[in-house]
């Protein structure tokens, strides 16, 4: 399996997929590592997410080459997945659009709310609930799609109405929350947002329920990233 994970942000790495998905290759683009020009040879592509935004290409020039990657990705119908900026960077790539939320900053545990497709996909289907929400999930976001691409297939939805997570054809994946993101990790977003002067007091008590739920995501998250592994690695039925 020759799986490419895209590093955006120093302060985003690839967390639990280290434990679920090994080996794969990090590009890490923040530290000048050249983006791949396109898919060729990949067989599967995750982009991660960080604290830029979508439309923040000026100062970090290294997004617009992973845009590129990802509508080539999709083009070759090469396993992708989005999270959280990538998932907002893929859907730019497509001709969706992307905003700041009107609510502020995420900064909590999210259930998604599925849509009646997700209980099929290949991908978020192993941890679909048939109940109205699915498992706990670090939602830290400022930006949302607010218009997914064409043809986009919308698997959940938020509380407050953000799109969570779509799917563009059989292999093309976006996620706004963080699978792959542990209670260690989140908490360097906010000291960093401390020293920015961006945060929030309510992003303390969000880091004190990330923490509280941190096993059961772990737990609940795994099935996703084995399930798009099965993907990447041509296998008919997800890894267990």
């Not at 120093?10 to 791949?36: I, K, M, Q």
Request: charged fraction near 20%; proline fraction near 10%.
């Amino acid at each position: 399996m020759n799986l490419l994970v895209v590093q955006p942000d120093e302060l985003c790495p690839p967390g639990h997929l280290t434990d679920w998905l090994s080996p794969f290759r990090v590009c890490r683009a923040y530290g000048g590592d050249p983006v791949p020009k396109n898919a060729d040879g990949i067989s599967g592509l995750i982009v991660l997410g960080g604290l830029p935004g979508v439309h923040d290409a000026d100062r970090v020039p290294w997004l617009t080459p992973i845009k590129r990657l990802l509508a080539d990705a999709v083009r070759q119908e090469v396993p992708t997945l989005g999270i959280c900026l990538g998932h907002q960077l893929l859907a730019d790539a497509l001709g969706g659009k992307v905003i700041s939320r009107s609510h502020g900053q995420n900064s909590r545990v999210l259930r998604p709310v599925w849509t009646a497709e997700a209980a099929m996909d290949p991908v978020l289907g192993p941890v679909f609930d048939p109940g109205p929400a699915g498992p706990p999930a670090v939602a830290w976001n400022a930006d949302t799609v607010a218009v997914p691409p064409p043809s986009a297939i919308e698997l959940a939805g938020s509380d407050d109405g953000d799109l969570l997570a779509f799917r563009i054809g059989r292999s093309v994946w976006g996620v706004q929350w963080h699978p792959e993101a542990s209670y260690g990790i989140v908490k360097g977003w906010y000291e960093a947002q401390c020293r920015a002067g961006t945060a929030r007091p309510e992003m303390e008590r969000g880091l004190a329920e990330i923490r509280a739920a941190e096993t059961e995501m772990y737990a609940a998250w795994r099935p996703l990233a084995l399930a798009f592994a099965a993907l990447a690695t041509g296998s008919r039925e997800p890894a267990r």
